[in-house]
Structures are given as C-alpha cells and as structure tokens.
C-alpha cells in the first residue's frame, strides 16, 4: 500500500458532527477513487474523481456526503451531520490516466466510528 | 442486486498445496477483473488481474483464470505459504463505467502449517 496516504486513520465523531477524511494519491497519479466498506462485506464504490473534477458519484449518498479533489492538496470525503450508519472503514484509491489494465492502488483507510 | 458473487466466505489450505479461490459475476459487460488481498486494519493489495481477451494471467505463485462463458475466475495459488492467510476480494470492472469496480464479499484463506 505504499504510496497513497490516508489520514487519519481513525476518526472518532458524535453524531450530528462533521467528519473530513483526506487522501493523497500515489506520485504520478491523477485519479482517485473512494469506496466503503461494512464490516463483513467487501468494498462499495462511491466516487471517482480526476484534479478538479467529479467524473462519477452514482455510489455516493446525495445527502451531507461530498468529495473534491483540488488542483493542489489532497482529495477529500467529507461527511457532515454523521450518523451512527455513517460507521465504516472509508479507503481511497488512486490509479494513472485512464488506460486498460491499471489497477487502483489503495491507501490503508480512515475507519469512522459514531458515537 | 450482487454483482460479483464469492460464495466462500473462508477457505483453510494446507501449507504447500494449492489455494483456489473462486469468483462469480453476472454483468456480461466486465472486462476487467482484479484480484486483492487484505491485511486486518490495511487496505487492499493489488495481486494480478487479467482483461476479458485473455483466459489465464500468471505471476509467480499466483494464476488467475478466467471462463467467460461461465462467468466464473478462479485465483490458483502454488505452493500455499503462511504469508498468504488474508481476506481475498474478487473486483471487475467495464470500461463504460469509468472503471469503478465492483467488489466480492471476500474469502478469508487460512493457510495451516
């Protein structure tokens, strides 16, 4: 997992608080994608974006969940008003300019626990 | 609706002999599919992959298989070796969808000395 960094690892909110994960993605690469995951289960898509751009979001909740990656810095999810449903392991991905065969390189995750 | 089906949530394999670990999928329009490995409290590894022109991808220990017709892979792992115990996640993707992949439930492969 070397190379795309998450912080915080883990994230402790009450409810109705905000949470912010960060990401930065391996040098050289330009996409990012963020996935949850449930105990028990495997990962769940939720938006891939590019620098400045959210290309497909159709996996994450319309509501108080948001995510940009800016020109400069890190890609952020932020969840605002969390609720206890909200309790996950959130894991950021990153890949190079689009091309057949690249796999995503993931980050060792931030889990948010609800209070 | 579940995509992409690993219907074995754990397997135990001696040391030394293979590891086979298998994976469904329904969505005819995958063309790419991924296997990972996971730690406890890490994130996914990257194994090896193979694209739907191909039928057999290998690297070293590890063979992933793929039957199109069966809409079915399977990762080979020879000779098992105790570093290999982790979650195993089955992932495809179809270029129309921006390659977001759609993920297994996992297998959790206990390798036993």
């Known amino acids: 997992n070397a190379g795309v960094m998450q912080n915080p690892r883990h994230l402790v909110r009450r409810r109705g608080q905000e949470a912010r994960l960060r990401c930065s993605p391996m040098?050289?690469?330009?996409?990012v994608y963020w996935y949850r995951q449930l105990p028990e289960e495997g990962l769940k898509f939720m938006v891939y974006l590019q620098k400045e751009n959210i290309i497909d979001e159709s996996g994450m909740p319309k509501e108080r969940f948001s995510a940009e990656f800016p020109k400069e810095g890190p890609s952020i999810l932020r969840i605002q008003q969390v609720v206890r449903g909200d309790s996950a392991a959130y894991f950021c991905?990153?890949?190079?300019?689009?091309?057949?065969?690249?796999?995503?390189?993931f980050g060792d995750g931030t889990r948010l626990s609800i209070l | 609706d579940q995509q992409v089906k690993q219907n074995s949530p754990s397997l135990s394999v001696q040391e030394g002999r293979i590891s086979i670990l298998n994976c469904d999928y329904t969505?005819?329009?995958?063309?790419?599919f991924l296997w990972y490995k996971k730690y406890p409290a890490e994130g996914p590894t990257f194994l090896i992959s193979i694209s739907s022109i191909k039928d057999k991808n290998e690297d070293g220990r590890f063979t992933v298989f793929l039957n199109k017709s069966a809409k079915h892979l399977s990762l080979h792992i020879v000779p098992s070796q105790p570093g290999d115990s982790a979650v195993y996640f089955c992932a495809a993707s179809e270029m129309d969808s921006n390659y977001q992949l759609i993920w297994g439930a996992g297998t959790k492969l206990i390798i036993k000395p």
């Open positions: 040098k050289g690469h330009s996409h």
């Open positions: 991905a990153s890949s190079p300019p689009r091309g057949a065969g690249q796999p995503q390189h």
């Open positions: 969505n005819s329009m995958f063309d790419y």
